[in-house]
């Protein structure tokens, strides 16, 4: 049976374009048809991010750099979002679901075809110990904004940065039916991830 391997989970409108269009193409559907449903939803898209561009780019929320912590989706998908959508700069990411080593170095070329010339380092590491030494190591250039399990709250709030929990174990939120995939998935990163960068000054 004929199937589409798509490297990167869609997240948000510069992956899940890509994403439809390669759908569309390996599914015989007319690019027309297929331009107009992406048109469609990147209009609303980037109509709901200019309205809070002033937000985005406020100097003292936004993060200038960040790391995820997360299974190999999780991390690729939210980098390529973080760096290609807002044109974050990457430290290092961390790939922790153990992923075979046969195709490690393909999933480190991924992290490297990010906008703007950017590329980003990953180690694949499942020691926590490491991983929460590396982050301390770092110099993000002012408070990191660290993406992962609950396990990396605590090395986040010791550099005085932003935590979003977005990998297991989850002891913050109840999630029954939710996910940042996709442009509506985009959009729901986005407001999580403010949503913690603005509480800082409350």
Do not use: C, M
Request: proline share 3%; net charge negative.
């Amino acid at each position: 049976t004929p199937y589409l391997h798509y490297k990167t989970l869609p997240i948000g409108a510069t992956e899940t374009s890509k994403f439809l269009r390669e759908v569309g193409k390996f599914a015989g559907v007319d690019e027309a048809k297929v331009e107009a449903v992406v048109k469609e939803h990147e209009d609303y898209y980037y109509y709901l991010i200019e309205r809070y561009a002033d937000l985005f780019l406020e100097n003292r929320v936004i993060n200038k750099q960040f790391s995820v912590v997360s299974d190999a989706h999780y991390a690729l998908g939210i980098t390529k979002f973080l760096a290609n959508d807002f044109g974050l700069v990457p430290a290092k990411q961390f790939v922790v679901d153990d992923t075979p080593k046969n195709v490690q170095e393909e999933i480190a070329e991924e992290f490297k075809k990010l906008n703007y010339g950017l590329e980003a380092e990953v180690a694949f590491e499942t020691d926590g110990y490491k991983i929460h030494n590396e982050i301390r190591k770092h110099d993000y250039h002012g408070y990191p904004l660290v993406l992962g399990s609950y396990y990396e709250k605590e090395v986040t709030e010791e550099l005085k940065g932003n935590f979003l929990n977005i990998a297991y174990p989850v002891q913050d939120k109840v999630v029954i039916d939710d996910s940042y995939v996709g442009y509506t998935g985009g959009i729901r990163l986005i407001e999580d991830i403010y949503t913690v960068a603005v509480s800082r000054f409350n």
